[in-house]
């Protein structure tokens, strides 16, 4: 979560003058309401630029209505199906030639600082010294999608202290993974 002040502080804030325009919304809807429509707006003698505006301060008001009752419905969601993962951190377990290991797993680059962390994703590894190979089954989310996949690695190189599995992906020259 290093260098998100920035993004915690337009979250925090952002919502303040919306909030104070929603408010001047309400109460110039009340304000209409015990005065009667047509003192506050007398629509037949408006020239087009103010019954423009009329019309856009409507559209508009009617638009935050709409967002303000998606973003309730939202947290609503939120609530009721949550997203989060199990306390343990990681475990890796040896049974003969079977290696297993579960848990939230984080990226290290070569160049220092360039470590990434997954903190909405958690996998489990096995693998197989008999047969060399490693499976990886892990669950992700991204954005608001719950994304899973399953990957069969050949495994590099196992010796007491590592288990090494490599995958030529794309986006990177070699990608190394080690229990």
């Not at 260098?3 to 809807?29: D, E, H, K």
Request: include cysteine; proline fraction near 4%.
């Amino acid at each position: 979560m290093e260098g998100t002040a920035a993004n915690v502080a337009v979250m925090a804030l952002a919502p303040i003058p919306l909030g104070w325009l929603a408010g001047f919304i309400l109460l110039s809807f009340v304000r209409i309401q015990i005065a009667g429509i047509h003192v506050v707006v007398p629509w037949p003698i408006l020239v087009w630029p103010q019954k423009a505006f009329v019309v856009f301060c409507a559209l508009t008001s009617l638009g935050d209505v709409v967002l303000g009752l998606t973003a309730v419905f939202d947290l609503y969601v939120d609530v009721q199906v949550p997203v989060g993962l199990a306390r343990s951190t990681g475990t890796v377990t040896k049974v003969g030639d079977f290696v297993t290991a579960a848990g939230t797993w984080t990226r290290s680059g070569r160049a220092e600082g360039s470590s990434m962390g997954y903190p909405l994703q958690t996998s489990r590894i096995e693998c197989d010294k008999e047969e060399r190979r490693c499976t990886k089954a892990r669950a992700y989310v991204s954005g608001r999608v719950l994304f899973s996949d399953l990957v069969t690695y050949d495994v590099e190189s196992w010796t007491a202290g590592a288990i090494v599995f490599r995958l030529d992906a794309p986006c990177a020259a070699e990608y190394s993974l080690s229990i």
